[in-house]
Every structure is written in structure tokens, then in C-alpha cells.
């Protein structure tokens, strides 16, 4: 069993920068693949960027390709999602997913653990 906790999220002005946590609780992280997701209202849930187990491998949604970064500490069992230049189309709630397996997927049922979430909001 893996617990993700997620924080970070908040109120930001469009063009401004968060950075979101995930931090693991349970099995042993660094094998892992992680993944974040987002959820709009209305929409269903979408995914943002991956990153492999042995963190060799990122992975990112175009529209967020550019502006967003995800990252892993495997010493601190927490996976980081820089967000900059955010738009108002970013507002969402985000999710942090565990895969149980080494490679990142995009799909939201190849993920194992979820955390609860948190929301990020961007003002125009």
C-alpha cells in the first residue's frame, strides 16, 4: 500500500509559478513510476506529466509541454510538479499517481495509488 499527500496547490495569477508536492508513504518509492493528473470541473481527468521509476524518463501533455516540470527525490519519497507561465485554463484540481512498475503511462488506470488531491486555481 502507497499513501500519496499532496500540497502546494493555491490561488496564482495567470503567468505566475507553484510548485505542487507529492510526498509517499508505504512500499518502497524509487521503484515507482509517478504521474500527475488534473481534473477541471465538468471534465474528466486528464493527464499532466510522468516520470519513470528510475527517473531516466519525463513525459508531458502538449499543453503543458514547455511551461511545466516534474521531478522526483527518491531520498525525500516526494515527486515535485513545477508549474510556470500558468493560464487560466490550468485550473484544476491536481492529482498525484503511483504506477506500480518502473515505466510512466498516461493513463489513468495503469495507476496503482492516488493522492487526494489539490487545487490550483489561476486568475485572469
Known amino acids: 500500500q502507497v499513501q500519496l499527500i499532496e500540497s502546494g496547490g493555491g490561488l496564482v495569477q495567470a503567468g505566475g509559478s507553484l510548485r505542487l508536492s507529492c510526498a509517499a508513504f508505504?512500499?518502497?518509492?524509487?521503484?515507482?513510476?509517478m504521474g500527475w493528473f488534473r481534473q477541471a470541473p465538468g471534465k474528466e481527468r486528464e493527464f499532466v506529466a510522468a516520470?519513470?521509476?528510475?527517473?531516466?524518463?519525463?513525459y508531458y501533455a502538449d499543453s503543458v509541454k514547455g511551461r511545466f516540470a516534474i521531478s522526483r527525490d527518491d531520498a525525500k519519497n516526494t515527486v515535485y510538479l513545477q508549474m510556470n507561465s500558468l493560464k487560466p485554463e490550468d485550473t484544476a484540481v491536481f492529482y498525484c499517481?503511483?504506477?506500480?512498475?518502473?515505466?510512466?503511462?498516461?493513463?489513468?488506470?495503469?495507476?496503482?495509488?492516488w493522492g487526494q488531491g489539490t487545487q490550483v486555481t489561476v486568475s485572469s
Open positions: 499517481a503511483a504506477r506500480g512498475a518502473n515505466s510512466y503511462s498516461t493513463g489513468t488506470h495503469d495507476y496503482d495509488y
Open positions: 508505504g512500499r518502497p518509492f524509487s521503484r515507482y513510476a
Open positions: 516520470i519513470s521509476g528510475s527517473a531516466l524518463s519525463t
